[in-house]
């Protein structure tokens, strides 16, 4: 992508409204902006992001075994009055009345949509187990939408639901979810820790909220400092497998939120405790027949008698989790962008736009690094060197190449890394093999 035909509306001016770097940054990059209170456009920037995040989502529910839908926006209040959530839901609920009078509502989850679509189509235990998932639009009025994309109105957020015959079948279910938690946070370079949770108004007997450690989170949270030694990307479970140990190594250790913490029971010593501050990025809940049986969500089993389903489900707070990156990996100077979410792998600055051999040059290694499949951002602008640095340190692509006279007189380009600031100076010939690979 050439900069100078991109809609990248970045800001020098740190903006007055935003409290933390995520919200901060998200607004000085043009990622987003804000339409109402707690309600954003995903400006391009900003939805390459997004959809990497999604991607990397949906790839861990794949393997885990859940199926991809699509639920709509928009629900009818009626299967909220069956199973009474209608009522208990409160000012949080956004609702809607259509040209006929019709009691609508914006979802602000589908537990209710799910239970109906499945008691209409699945009638037998051999069609279980099954987890359905999408990744849809959610609205929730929260009394202060606040810190950006973080705590919005309308946010995107994947949830899935799982479908089992017996209690046992559903804890097997929340397993497969938990680990595929841990893997698609660590993906993004996050460390979310697994903490024992309340169950709250979706209701349930398990539950663990996934917290990622950041100053300006919203939750305190407490946690033995032995989670270090746990490295998710190492569990890579096959569908099926017993994944009962690995959950229960990581609930051996304990973590909990605020409103489950007690100190006075704490089984930590005081010199193993960590005591912190973090953001809920996903949320699992294993929750019997809560919902199946008030709306008659059963299947016959190999007796042929009908028994509820137990049912779970299981959340990621998909636009939530652009912020908690950026807070987790950020400085002074803008966003450090983990490699599998970056919007763009490298950004290619042509330091001497008005040289037509620089300008050759630059054009040349750009469409290298296309042919190549490499994402590339072009700053092709007629712009000073120092503001193109800042600019790309800001946008915090997790590569940079900068290319001026000098450089091209030597034949080589500056490869700097955006994590560690290194640079290193790379033949011209060699600059897009070399990040191909
Ligand atoms: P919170 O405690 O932060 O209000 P919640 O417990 O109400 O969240 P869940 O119902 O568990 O949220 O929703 C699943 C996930 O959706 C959460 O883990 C979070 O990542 C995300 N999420 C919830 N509310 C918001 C919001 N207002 N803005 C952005 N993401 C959200
Ligand atoms: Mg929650």
Request: proline share 5%.
């Amino acid at each position: 992508m050439r900069l100078s035909r991109y809609f990248l509306p970045t800001l020098k001016e740190t903006p007055a409204e935003a409290q933390i770097a995520s919200h901060r940054l998200m607004l000085r990059t043009g990622m987003v902006r804000q339409g109402a209170a707690g309600i954003y456009s995903w400006l391009p920037l900003g939805l390459r992001v997004l959809k990497k995040i999604e991607a990397i989502v949906r790839e861990e529910q794949d393997k885990a075994g859940a199926i991809e839908m699509l639920m709509p926006t928009i629900q009818s209040s009626e299967l909220w009055e069956e199973s009474g959530r209608y009522e208990d839901y409160g000012k949080e609920m956004l609702r809607i009345e259509d040209r006929h009078g019709r009691h609508m509502l914006f979802g602000p989850t589908n537990e209710e949509m799910i239970t109906d679509i499945f008691r209409r189509e699945i009638k037998s235990y051999k069609d279980l187990p099954i987890n359905l998932y999408h990744i849809q639009w959610k609205f929730r009025d929260e009394i202060r939408p606040r810190f950006g994309v973080m705590r919005g109105r309308e946010f995107l957020m994947k949830d899935a639901y799982s479908f089992d015959l017996t209690p046992e079948d559903g804890v097997k279910s929340y397993n497969a979810m938990f680990v595929a938690y841990l893997r698609t946070f660590a993906r993004m370079g996050l460390k979310a820790i697994p903490m024992r949770a309340d169950t709250g108004p979706i209701g349930g007997d398990l539950s663990h909220e996934f917290i990622v450690l950041a100053d300006t989170g919203e939750s305190e949270v407490f946690f033995d400092k032995g989670f270090d030694k746990f490295d998710p990307l190492a569990v890579q479970p096959n569908f099926g497998d017993d994944l009962q140990p690995i959950v229960d190594q990581w609930t051996s250790l304990y973590a909990a939120t605020e409103e489950m913490h007690d100190d006075t029971n704490c089984p930590v010593s005081d010199d193993s405790l960590i005591k912190g501050r973090g953001v809920e990025i996903g949320h699992i809940f294993f929750f019997g027949d809560k919902y199946s049986k008030p709306m008659g969500a059963s299947v016959q089993n190999a007796e042929g008698k009908p028994v509820d389903v137990q049912m779970g489900s299981y959340g990621v707070g998909v636009s939530r989790l652009a912020g908690a990156i950026i807070e987790a990996s950020h400085d002074d100077n803008g966003i450090i962008w983990p490699e599998a979410v970056a919007p763009f792998k490298v950004g290619l600055m042509n330091l001497g736009p008005k040289d037509e051999n620089c300008t050759k040059t630059c054009d040349t290694i750009y469409e290298e690094l296309q042919e190549k499949g490499v994402e590339v951002l072009y700053d092709d602008r007629s712009v000073g060197a120092g503001a193109k640095f800042t600019n790309m340190d800001l946008i915090g692509l997790p590569w940079q190449i900068a290319l001026g006279k000098r450089g091209l007189e030597n034949g080589v380009a500056e490869l700097k890394n955006r994590v560690t600031g290194e640079k290193q100076e790379v033949a011209i010939n060699d600059i897009a093999s070399k990040l191909a690979s």
